[in-house]
Protein backbone atom coordinates (compact mmCIF):
# COMPACT_ATOMS: atom_id res chain seq x y z
CA UNK A 1 0.00 0.00 0.00
CA UNK A 2 1.71 3.35 -1.06
CA UNK A 3 1.16 6.19 1.88
CA UNK A 4 0.40 9.68 1.88
CA UNK A 5 1.84 11.77 4.63
CA UNK A 6 0.18 14.97 4.77
CA UNK A 7 1.66 17.47 7.27
CA UNK A 8 -1.36 20.39 8.88
CA UNK A 9 0.41 22.87 10.53
CA UNK A 10 -2.68 24.55 12.36
CA UNK A 11 -3.17 26.00 15.57
CA UNK A 12 -6.68 28.18 15.18
CA UNK A 13 -8.89 24.91 15.88
CA UNK A 14 -7.37 25.42 19.43
CA UNK A 15 -6.47 28.54 19.49
CA UNK A 16 -3.08 27.80 21.61
CA UNK A 17 0.24 28.57 20.09
CA UNK A 18 2.60 26.07 19.22
CA UNK A 19 0.67 23.05 18.04
CA UNK A 20 1.33 24.54 14.15
CA UNK A 21 5.16 23.49 15.35
CA UNK A 22 4.16 19.40 15.37
CA UNK A 23 4.52 18.38 12.13
CA UNK A 24 7.82 20.23 11.41
CA UNK A 25 9.25 18.74 14.84
CA UNK A 26 7.98 15.13 13.32
CA UNK A 27 9.85 16.04 10.11
CA UNK A 28 13.02 17.07 12.10
CA UNK A 29 12.65 13.55 14.40
CA UNK A 30 12.09 11.40 10.88
CA UNK A 31 8.77 10.69 10.39
CA UNK A 32 9.62 9.91 6.59
CA UNK A 33 12.13 7.26 7.58
CA UNK A 34 10.50 6.15 10.26
CA UNK A 35 7.45 4.68 7.60
CA UNK A 36 9.46 4.01 4.78
CA UNK A 37 11.40 1.41 7.10
CA UNK A 38 7.78 -0.50 6.72
CA UNK A 39 6.18 1.23 3.47
CA UNK A 40 8.08 1.45 0.11
CA UNK A 41 6.29 3.79 -1.89
CA UNK A 42 5.97 6.93 1.11
CA UNK A 43 4.95 10.57 -0.87
CA UNK A 44 5.83 12.54 1.31
CA UNK A 45 3.23 16.04 0.62
CA UNK A 46 4.93 18.72 2.74
CA UNK A 47 2.69 20.47 5.14
CA UNK A 48 -1.50 21.91 3.79
CA UNK A 49 -1.08 26.30 3.52
CA UNK A 50 -2.12 27.67 6.54
CA UNK A 51 -2.62 31.57 5.93
CA UNK A 52 -1.82 33.96 8.72
CA UNK A 53 -4.70 35.28 10.75
CA UNK A 54 -4.01 37.91 13.63
CA UNK A 55 -5.63 37.40 16.58
CA UNK A 56 -7.61 40.68 16.67
CA UNK A 57 -9.49 39.07 14.09
CA UNK A 58 -10.60 35.65 15.06
CA UNK A 59 -14.37 36.57 15.84
CA UNK A 60 -14.25 37.85 12.36
CA UNK A 61 -16.35 35.33 10.90
CA UNK A 62 -18.23 34.49 13.49
CA UNK A 63 -19.38 35.70 16.55
CA UNK A 64 -18.92 32.23 18.55
CA UNK A 65 -16.59 30.31 16.73
CA UNK A 66 -12.87 31.67 16.23
CA UNK A 67 -11.11 31.86 13.08
CA UNK A 68 -14.55 29.84 11.29
CA UNK A 69 -13.49 31.07 7.67
CA UNK A 70 -9.67 30.12 7.87
CA UNK A 71 -10.65 26.40 9.59
CA UNK A 72 -13.72 25.94 6.77
CA UNK A 73 -10.94 26.93 3.81
CA UNK A 74 -8.45 24.73 5.01
CA UNK A 75 -10.55 21.79 6.09
CA UNK A 76 -11.66 21.77 2.57
CA UNK A 77 -7.96 22.07 1.19
CA UNK A 78 -7.11 18.74 3.37
CA UNK A 79 -10.69 16.88 2.13
CA UNK A 80 -9.51 17.06 -1.09
CA UNK A 81 -6.10 15.96 -0.76
CA UNK A 82 -7.37 12.72 1.14
CA UNK A 83 -9.92 12.08 -1.40
CA UNK A 84 -6.99 12.34 -4.38
CA UNK A 85 -4.71 10.18 -2.07
CA UNK A 86 -7.72 7.59 -1.61
CA UNK A 87 -8.90 7.38 -5.50
CA UNK A 88 -4.69 7.02 -6.04
CA UNK A 89 -5.07 3.77 -3.70
CA UNK A 90 -2.61 5.33 -1.52
CA UNK A 91 -2.91 5.70 2.99
CA UNK A 92 -3.40 9.48 3.66
CA UNK A 93 -1.59 9.73 6.57
CA UNK A 94 -2.66 13.37 8.20
CA UNK A 95 -0.44 14.86 11.41
CA UNK A 96 -0.90 18.23 13.07
CA UNK A 97 -1.40 20.25 14.24
CA UNK A 98 -4.32 20.69 16.50
CA UNK A 99 -7.56 18.70 16.17
CA UNK A 100 -9.49 21.10 13.80
CA UNK A 101 -8.13 18.91 10.68
CA UNK A 102 -10.48 16.43 11.05
CA UNK A 103 -13.19 17.29 9.60
CA UNK A 104 -11.61 17.56 6.69
CA UNK A 105 -9.76 14.62 6.29
CA UNK A 106 -13.04 12.61 7.21
CA UNK A 107 -14.80 14.71 4.81
CA UNK A 108 -12.11 13.34 1.76
CA UNK A 109 -12.60 10.06 3.62
CA UNK A 110 -16.48 10.39 3.07
CA UNK A 111 -17.09 11.32 -0.64
CA UNK A 112 -14.04 8.56 -1.58
CA UNK A 113 -16.11 5.44 0.22
CA UNK A 114 -20.01 5.07 0.41
CA UNK A 115 -20.21 3.78 3.82
CA UNK A 116 -17.56 5.49 6.28
CA UNK A 117 -16.79 4.59 10.30
CA UNK A 118 -14.62 6.90 11.95
CA UNK A 119 -13.15 5.78 15.38
CA UNK A 120 -12.04 8.65 17.18
CA UNK A 121 -9.48 8.33 20.12
CA UNK A 122 -9.77 11.18 22.04
CA UNK A 123 -9.81 12.66 26.00
CA UNK A 124 -12.76 14.56 24.36
CA UNK A 125 -15.66 13.98 22.13
CA UNK A 126 -15.17 17.23 19.51
CA UNK A 127 -18.83 17.01 19.42
CA UNK A 128 -19.84 20.65 20.52
CA UNK A 129 -21.15 23.11 18.44
CA UNK A 130 -20.94 27.10 18.49
CA UNK A 131 -24.13 27.18 21.32
CA UNK A 132 -23.12 24.26 23.37
CA UNK A 133 -19.04 25.04 23.12
CA UNK A 134 -17.15 26.83 26.37
CA UNK A 135 -14.69 28.21 24.41
CA UNK A 136 -15.74 28.37 20.67
CA UNK A 137 -12.47 26.61 19.75
CA UNK A 138 -13.25 24.58 16.25
CA UNK A 139 -11.31 21.42 17.46
CA UNK A 140 -13.96 20.79 20.24
CA UNK A 141 -16.79 21.42 16.95
CA UNK A 142 -15.56 18.89 14.22
CA UNK A 143 -16.67 15.46 14.87
CA UNK A 144 -20.08 17.21 15.98
CA UNK A 145 -20.10 18.82 12.40
CA UNK A 146 -18.93 15.63 10.63
CA UNK A 147 -22.19 14.29 12.26
CA UNK A 148 -24.57 17.14 10.69
CA UNK A 149 -24.43 19.35 13.76
CA UNK A 150 -23.29 22.97 14.06
CA UNK A 151 -22.53 25.89 12.03
CA UNK A 152 -23.46 25.06 8.15
CA UNK A 153 -19.95 26.15 6.98
CA UNK A 154 -18.64 23.29 8.75
CA UNK A 155 -21.04 20.41 8.10
CA UNK A 156 -20.74 21.38 4.84
CA UNK A 157 -17.19 21.50 3.93
CA UNK A 158 -16.06 19.39 0.92
CA UNK A 159 -19.74 18.41 0.13
CA UNK A 160 -23.15 19.44 1.29
CA UNK A 161 -24.37 17.32 4.12
CA UNK A 162 -23.56 14.64 6.77
CA UNK A 163 -19.95 13.08 5.99
CA UNK A 164 -20.62 10.00 9.03
CA UNK A 165 -23.69 8.33 10.77
CA UNK A 166 -23.62 8.26 14.61
CA UNK A 167 -24.30 4.50 14.71
CA UNK A 168 -21.05 4.26 12.30
CA UNK A 169 -18.93 6.40 14.74
CA UNK A 170 -17.05 5.43 17.99
CA UNK A 171 -15.82 7.79 20.36
CA UNK A 172 -12.97 6.07 22.72
CA UNK A 173 -11.18 7.01 25.90
CA UNK A 174 -13.44 10.34 26.12
CA UNK A 175 -13.15 11.20 30.01
CA UNK A 176 -13.87 15.37 29.77
CA UNK A 177 -17.22 16.06 28.47
CA UNK A 178 -18.76 19.48 28.24
CA UNK A 179 -22.35 18.88 29.37
CA UNK A 180 -23.84 19.73 25.62
CA UNK A 181 -21.47 16.74 24.52
CA UNK A 182 -22.95 14.35 26.95
CA UNK A 183 -26.80 15.55 25.81
CA UNK A 184 -25.89 14.99 21.81
CA UNK A 185 -24.14 12.07 22.44
CA UNK A 186 -27.61 10.46 24.05
CA UNK A 187 -29.67 12.21 21.31
CA UNK A 188 -27.67 10.92 18.71
CA UNK A 189 -27.10 7.30 20.49
CA UNK A 190 -23.36 6.97 19.60
CA UNK A 191 -21.08 4.61 20.41
CA UNK A 192 -19.16 6.12 23.57
CA UNK A 193 -16.94 4.43 25.36
CA UNK A 194 -15.60 6.94 28.16
CA UNK A 195 -12.42 5.96 30.39
CA UNK A 196 -15.06 5.10 32.96
CA UNK A 197 -16.54 2.28 30.78
CA UNK A 198 -13.19 1.04 29.60
CA UNK A 199 -12.02 0.52 32.99
CA UNK A 200 -15.08 -0.87 34.11
CA UNK A 201 -15.97 -3.37 31.48
CA UNK A 202 -12.30 -3.86 30.46
CA UNK A 203 -9.95 -2.42 27.70
CA UNK A 204 -9.89 -6.03 25.46
CA UNK A 205 -13.82 -6.31 25.91
CA UNK A 206 -14.68 -2.92 24.61
CA UNK A 207 -12.14 -2.84 22.29
CA UNK A 208 -13.52 -5.89 20.65
CA UNK A 209 -16.78 -4.71 20.86
CA UNK A 210 -16.10 -1.69 18.55
CA UNK A 211 -13.82 -4.53 16.29
CA UNK A 212 -16.89 -6.57 16.23
CA UNK A 213 -19.10 -3.49 15.03
CA UNK A 214 -17.20 -2.26 12.29
CA UNK A 215 -17.18 -6.05 10.97
CA UNK A 216 -21.49 -6.17 11.22
CA UNK A 217 -21.64 -2.33 9.97
CA UNK A 218 -20.40 -3.49 6.46
CA UNK A 219 -18.33 -0.29 6.20
CA UNK A 220 -16.04 -0.11 3.32
CA UNK A 221 -13.65 2.37 5.21
CA UNK A 222 -12.43 3.30 8.81
CA UNK A 223 -10.91 6.14 9.47
CA UNK A 224 -9.33 6.64 12.72
CA UNK A 225 -8.13 10.07 14.39
CA UNK A 226 -5.76 9.86 17.33
CA UNK A 227 -5.14 12.79 19.91
CA UNK A 228 -2.27 12.33 21.61
CA UNK A 229 -4.46 13.59 24.75
CA UNK A 230 -6.03 9.90 25.03
CA UNK A 231 -3.00 9.30 26.38
CA UNK A 232 -2.23 9.98 30.33
CA UNK A 233 -1.70 13.19 31.52
CA UNK A 234 1.90 12.65 32.96
CA UNK A 235 3.10 10.79 29.45
CA UNK A 236 2.40 13.90 27.50
CA UNK A 237 3.74 17.56 29.23
CA UNK A 238 3.51 18.50 24.86
CA UNK A 239 -0.17 18.55 24.63
CA UNK A 240 -2.74 21.31 25.21
CA UNK A 241 -5.37 20.20 26.53
CA UNK A 242 -3.84 17.20 28.99
CA UNK A 243 -6.40 15.06 31.16
CA UNK A 244 -5.71 13.02 33.99
CA UNK A 245 -6.61 9.41 34.30
CA UNK A 246 -5.84 8.63 30.23
CA UNK A 247 -4.40 5.34 28.49
CA UNK A 248 -0.69 3.67 29.16
CA UNK A 249 1.35 3.85 26.49
CA UNK A 250 0.94 -0.16 26.23
CA UNK A 251 -2.79 0.67 26.11
CA UNK A 252 -2.48 2.78 23.18
CA UNK A 253 -0.74 0.46 21.08
CA UNK A 254 -3.19 -2.16 21.59
CA UNK A 255 -5.47 -0.77 20.46
CA UNK A 256 -3.51 0.65 17.34
CA UNK A 257 -2.88 -2.84 16.82
CA UNK A 258 -5.88 -3.87 17.31
CA UNK A 259 -7.82 -1.56 14.81
CA UNK A 260 -5.18 -2.05 11.74
CA UNK A 261 -4.92 -5.61 11.92
CA UNK A 262 -8.40 -5.48 11.13
CA UNK A 263 -7.58 -4.60 7.49
CA UNK A 264 -10.24 -2.12 7.86
CA UNK A 265 -8.10 1.15 8.65
CA UNK A 266 -8.18 3.11 5.32
CA UNK A 267 -6.51 6.92 6.68
CA UNK A 268 -5.83 8.07 10.02
CA UNK A 269 -5.20 11.62 11.33
CA UNK A 270 -2.97 11.84 14.16
CA UNK A 271 -2.86 15.16 16.22
CA UNK A 272 -2.12 17.60 19.19
CA UNK A 273 1.31 17.63 19.38
CA UNK A 274 2.69 20.30 20.82
CA UNK A 275 6.54 21.28 20.89
CA UNK A 276 6.64 24.77 22.84
CA UNK A 277 4.94 22.48 25.89
CA UNK A 278 7.02 19.82 25.56
CA UNK A 279 9.63 18.75 28.22
CA UNK A 280 13.03 17.61 26.33
CA UNK A 281 11.35 16.33 23.37
CA UNK A 282 9.48 13.53 25.43
CA UNK A 283 5.91 13.65 23.86
CA UNK A 284 7.64 14.35 20.58
CA UNK A 285 9.57 10.91 21.13
CA UNK A 286 6.51 9.49 22.26
CA UNK A 287 4.92 10.20 19.04
CA UNK A 288 7.75 8.88 16.54
CA UNK A 289 7.36 5.77 18.78
CA UNK A 290 3.85 5.50 18.14
CA UNK A 291 4.03 6.67 14.28
CA UNK A 292 6.46 3.70 14.10
CA UNK A 293 4.19 1.29 15.65
CA UNK A 294 1.01 2.00 13.40
CA UNK A 295 3.05 1.61 10.26
CA UNK A 296 4.82 -1.51 11.76
CA UNK A 297 1.36 -3.14 12.44
CA UNK A 298 -0.73 -1.47 8.94
Known sequence: MDISLIGVPVKY???????????????DMGI?????????NVYDFGNLYIPQVPESEKYGSHKKIKYLKLI???NNNLAHLVYSALCSNSFPFIFGGDHSLG????SGASRFFDKLAVVWIDAHGDINTFETSPSGNSHGMVLGAALGEGHKNLTNVYFEGQKIKAENTFIYGARDLDEGEVKLAEKLNLNLYTMDTIRKEGL?????????????????GVHISFDIDSLDKKLVPGTGTPVDG???????????KGLLQTKMIRSMDFVELNPKLDEKDLTAKLCIELIDWIFKHM
Open 204 to 220: DKTLEDIIEKLKESKVD
Open 246 to 256: GFTIDEVKKIL
Open 13 to 27: GADREGVQYAPQKLR
Open 72 to 74: EEM
Open 32 to 40: VDVVRKYKK
Open 103 to 106: LGSI
